[in-house]
């Protein structure tokens, strides 16, 4: 999932990231509505989530969170100009049926 429209981030802090599209969900385990991805089975899986803000944010965290819990920090990177800022994270989950993650992200500059 991803996310192909342009998006404003209105607050500072740690907000939800929203996707808008799916390219493939073979055993129907994101929820768009939701931006989530629900594990039907147990096993590991690598989440890789990488995003940008065009306009600088002075400060921007990647974050995942299985079940409404932050679990593994990303970048924390601080701009030190004008300029594109970026987010990544990546890691591998050991999830159960049921288990959910959920990419967040922080950004200290208010509307991006």
Do not use: C
């Not at 429209?5 to 929820?31: C, H, M, P, R």
């Not at 819990?69 to 050991?94: F, I, M």
């Amino acid at each position: 999932m991803y996310r192909a429209a342009a998006y404003t981030s209105a607050a500072s802090g740690w907000n939800k990231f929203l996707f808008d599209t799916v390219d493939y969900d073979d055993l129907t385990e994101i929820d768009i509505a939701n931006n989530r991805f629900t594990a039907k089975n147990a096993g590991k899986y690598l989440v890789t989530a990488r995003f940008s803000f065009v306009s600088v944010a002075t400060r921007v965290i990647a974050s995942l969170w299985i079940n409404g819990v932050e679990r593994h920090r990303g970048t924390d990177v601080v701009a030190a100009t004008l300029g594109q800022s970026s987010g990544l994270v990546s890691t591998v989950l050991k999830l159960n049926p049921g288990d959910y993650t959920e990419l967040y992200y922080y950004q200290g500059s208010g509307s991006v």
